[in-house]
């Protein structure tokens, strides 16, 4: 069932993608919990000149050089009938890997396609924002190290994980797991502020997620 409906969305998206004046591809890169390294790739066109997204695949490749990427990716535009010509823009997470002026994905996909614009994804530059920042927040660093400490805590042990489970019950919350707190490039304020709200009904039964709360100088002269 999953195999025809799959058939049946990529060869409306092949159609779409025939019929578009121009496209342009965004892809990233992550690593599976089997260590596996993955692309992934959206298409963006044209559709009665308005502009869609649309899910292409997830490509399975052997390693996160700029060689094999292109290859997975020109393999790619083959396989679903994208022309070089026709392709106006390639999105990245900005790794120099994709944008490189010398051997980076993107000045390797110019070389086929000269009218192309590389484009540093807005999601990615802000996560670099916001970590580039908070590393000068004394509370946020430890902010993190207090999630850290209690992912930890809960994360190897099966009886203390069944104990936050029941606490949640005793209070009517959502049972909510406990996830590791990644970092990019030092703190990420965004994955962190989910940790937060999971852990705040165990922490703090009156829990209020402001930002504004959470935030707040404390009071030298106080503590």
Not at 1 to 6: E, G, R
Not at 146 to 164: E, P, W
Not at 182 to 207: I, K
Request: glycine share 4%.
């Amino acid at each position: 069932m999953q195999d025809a409906i799959a058939t049946v969305l990529k060869s409306n998206i092949d159609k779409l993608v025939e019929a578009s004046p121009f496209f342009s591809l965004l892809s990233d890169e992550s690593t599976d919990v089997s260590n596996h390294e993955n692309l992934v790739v959206y298409v963006k066109l044209l559709n009665e000149f308005k502009p869609e997204l649309h899910f292409l695949e997830n490509i399975n490749v052997r390693d996160g050089k700029a060689e094999t990427i292109t290859t997975a990716v020109n393999l790619l535009m083959e396989r679903t009938n994208l022309h070089k010509a026709k392709m106006r823009g390639f999105g990245s997470d900005g790794a120099s890997v994709m944008t490189g002026k010398s051997n980076g994905v993107s000045k390797r996909m110019k070389d086929d396609s000269p009218f192309l614009l590389s484009i540093h994804c807005m999601a990615h530059r802000l996560g670099l924002c916001t970590s580039q920042a908070a590393n000068g927040i004394p509370y946020l660093a430890k902010f993190k190290e207090i999630l850290t400490a209690l992912y930890r805590y809960f994360d190897k042990s099966a009886l203390r994980a069944q104990s936050l489970a029941e606490f949640q019950k005793i209070f009517e919350h959502p049972e909510l797991k406990i996830k590791k707190c990644l970092v990019s490039g030092g703190f990420h304020s965004t994955v962190l502020w989910r940790h937060c709200t999971a852990l705040g009904s165990l922490l703090w039964p009156t829990w209020n997620p402001d930002p504004t709360v959470m935030i707040k100088p404390v009071d030298s002269k106080r503590a």
